[in-house]
């Protein structure tokens, strides 16, 4: 699994859940954040050796950022 569920309180005291990345050098950061400002790394892990099953979760993340 290259990603993990995430909780964090935001200013307000509120839970947030989100997915991160658990390796490299974005581990721990929110994976839609990563893919904003980096949308190479993208495309890196498409062509990577990653398992269908991640490279699908990855691409539903993605999609879900640019129905925002």
Known sequence: MVCASISRLD????????EA????????????DVLRTDPGYYSWM????????TKQVLTRIRLKGFNK
């Open 21 to 32: 990345f658990n390796f490299g050098k974005y581990r721990g950061r929110s994976v839609a």
């Open 11 to 18: 200013a307000g005291g509120k839970e947030r859940r989100f």
């Open 46 to 53: 498409m062509a990577g050796d990653f398992t269908f099953n």
